[in-house]
């Protein structure tokens, strides 16, 4: 306004700075209510005894390191969760077929009683053989084979399933804590550069208004970037260690219960 005001900008720069200034403040506005939303869901699932005006410590985290993908699917294989509890549907039902393939092998049971009289004791031993002639519990043992098999195909599905997702989930966190670290070390540090010399030459009459807004909105788009880069890092991160099975979610898991 006040370089208007002296002659020293064009109406079309003041047009375009009052523009900029009002879809600002339309932006902080919006910002301010999901803040507000965010805090009301914290205290929600923290629990009310956490004060209205709490303040949150803002902290750039680094960016996590992970373990080779060979070493993750180990961990999946011998700690998940899911694959345990199919491993043991597979065990109660291996052990359900060689319960009812023995079932039709001839039995060897040894009794015994013993008759209490007031002048003598009468004990009897014998020896009982079953020997199943008519039924060969066909039905009852086709029944559990098809069960053993029906569980050992769903644990090597489940097994595909979950390497797949984290063979997935590992490409991505690849890819994506590349983009933070390249989004950190040099295209937010080359807009901020830019930013500031355009504020420079601005500020000594080299340059015009449209330039420096220009700089100072690619500063806030690259800026942006990291941001929703490391949100979707952290993200990633989190659904590795949950299905790896990883020993700080198990404990993470276990502490909530």
């Not at 002296?6 to 009002?22: C, H, K, Y």
């Not at 590349?178 to 080359?190: A, G, H, Y």
């Not at 010399?197 to 500063?219: C, V």
């Amino acid at each position: 306004q006040l370089r208007y005001d002296v002659g020293e900008t064009a109406r079309f720069e003041l047009i375009r700075a009052q523009t900029e200034f009002l879809n600002a403040e339309i932006v902080a506005q919006g910002n301010k209510l999901r803040i507000e939303q965010a805090r009301s869901q914290l205290r929600k699932v923290v629990g009310f005894n956490l004060p209205a005006n709490f303040e949150i410590q803002a902290k750039v985290a680094s960016i996590p390191s992970l373990p080779e993908l060979k070493v993750l699917l180990d961990n999946l294989r011998h700690q998940s969760p899911e694959l345990k509890r199919a491993k043991a549907e597979v065990e109660a039902s291996e052990s359900r077929l060689s319960f009812e393939q023995n079932s039709r092998l001839p039995q060897l049971a040894i009794k015994a009683q013993q008759y209490n009289d007031p002048n003598f004791t009468d004990r009897l031993y014998g020896l009982v053989v079953s020997i199943p002639i008519w039924d060969f519990r066909q039905g009852q043992i086709t029944e559990a084979e098809a069960n053993a098999s029906k569980a050992r195909n769903q644990l090597n599905a489940q097994m595909q399933n979950l390497e797949t997702q984290l063979e997935s989930a590992y490409k991505l966190y690849e890819i994506t804590r590349f983009q933070v670290k390249t989004l950190d070390e040099r295209v937010v540090q080359l807009a901020a550069s830019a930013r500031k010399i355009a504020e420079t030459s601005y500020r000594f009459g080299e340059r015009g208004m449209l330039e420096f807004l220009d700089a100072q909105r690619t500063f806030r788009a690259a800026r942006n970037d990291l941001i929703r880069a490391r949100f979707e890092l952290a993200s990633i991160v989190n659904e590795i260690e949950r299905l790896s099975a990883s020993p700080e979610w198990v404990a993470m898991i276990e502490g909530k219960k």
